[in-house]
Each structure stands twice: as structure tokens, then as C-alpha cells.
């Protein structure tokens, strides 16, 4: 039981700060060469909060893997850091979710919840 815990929050992480590093990286389109990049995102803390987050997150991850399954902790943690990115991007204003958008997101609950069943 605690393993999924550990998977329902590292997706959590992922999930929300994948929208935070879209958002706190806008304007990157703007820079024409690799160091103005660099420059640009290393100048923002508000993206190197994301992204370190989001970093702290594989390293939960990785840590994770060395003491489960895999067959069971990937689609988990993957599944629902969709889920969780869709859902966090609706509260930061990314956008709204179309009527496939909900149904794929409840075949990713269910997909998940039929994989791990029997487990």
C-alpha cells in the first residue's frame, strides 16, 4: 500500500510542475541561440522551482523502481501524471477539457485501476 502512495505522489509532482514549466518558460521562443536559453531560464526562479521539482521527482522515481515492480509502478506513475498534468494545467489557465479529453482521462483511471486488480 505505501508503494502506491509513493507512485500517486511522485505523479503528483510530475503532474504539477510539468504546466508550471511551460508557463514560467514562456518567451524561450524568443531566444536565438543555446546560451541566450540557457541565460533566460537560469534568470527566471520561478521555472528553476519547476524544474527542480520536477527533477526531485525522477529522483523519487528512480528510487521507487529499485523497490518495485515494474510492470506495475511505470504504467502507474506515467497514467497518472497525465492525469494530474491535465488536471493542474486546468487550475493554472492552460485551458479547458473537451468532452474526449475527460473520457480519455477516465479510461486512464480505469486502465490503471484494471491493471493493478489482481495485485
Known amino acids: 500500500m505505501l508503494d502506491y502512495i ?3 505522489f ?11 514549466i511551460k508557463k514560467f518558460g514562456k518567451g524561450i521562443e524568443k531566444c536565438d541561440s543555446l ?3 540557457v541565460i533566460f531560464l537560469l534568470q527566471n526562479p520561478l ?6 521539482g520536477n527533477q526531485s521527482g525522477s529522483v523519487m522515481f528512480y528510487i521507487l523502481l529499485s523497490s518495485t515492480d515494474l510492470s506495475i509502478s511505470v504504467p502507474v506513475v506515467n497514467s497518472l501524471t497525465m492525469l494530474f498534468t491535465s488536471v ?3 487550475f493554472i489557465g492552460e485551458g ?3 468532452l ?8 486512464i483511471i480505469v486502465g490503471t485501476a484494471l491493471c493493478n486488480i489482481k495485485r
Open 6 to 8: 509513493k507512485m500517486v
Open 35 to 37: 546560451t541566450d536559453k
Open 47 to 52: 521555472f528553476l522551482l519547476s524544474f527542480l
Open 96 to 98: 479547458k477539457i473537451g
Open 100 to 107: 474526449k479529453g475527460v473520457l480519455g482521462l477516465l479510461l
Open 10 to 20: 511522485i505523479a503528483l509532482v510530475w503532474g504539477g510542475t510539468n504546466p508550471l
Open 88 to 90: 493542474f494545467g486546468l
